[in-house]
């Protein structure tokens, strides 16, 4: 198994920034597509955006894409996202797992976003 830690959130302003970050604590991560994922009260755990082993593909909901960026360094078994001009809606807690095919490994706590004046 590998151990996620999610870290990076906090409260902002509409229209501010943050980066999230995750860590993987066995080098592995690098062997499989990550994703990170965002869960808002009463809703569904959704997949926001995707990225490949080796980083050359990326994919986003629409409800992110040209807001949103998701990068990893396979060196430090992390995946990170840069989150630019939020919005009240992107408020929720956000993880990262394996995306796009194959079994979750176990959730992480996750990191709070909170988007609000």
């Known amino acids: 198994q590998v151990q996620l830690v999610e870290s990076g959130g906090g409260l902002v302003q509409p229209g501010g920034s943050l980066r999230l970050s995750c860590a993987a604590s066995?080098?592995?991560?690098?062997?499989?597509?990550m994703g990170w994922y965002r869960q808002a009260p009463g809703k569904q755990r959704e997949l926001v955006a995707a990225?490949?082993?080796?980083?050359?593909?990326?994919n986003y909901a629409d409800s992110v894409k040209g807001r949103f960026t998701i990068s990893r360094d396979n060196a430090k078994n992390t995946v990170y996202l840069q989150m630019n001009s939020l919005k009240p809606e992107d408020t929720a807690v956000y993880y990262c797992?394996?995306?796009?095919?194959?079994?979750?490994?176990?959730w992480g706590q996750g990191t709070q976003v909170t988007v609000s004046s």
């Open positions: 797992n394996r995306a796009l095919g194959g079994s979750y490994w176990s």
């Open positions: 066995r080098s592995i991560f690098r062997l499989y597509n």
């Open positions: 990225i490949t082993v080796g980083g050359s593909t990326t």
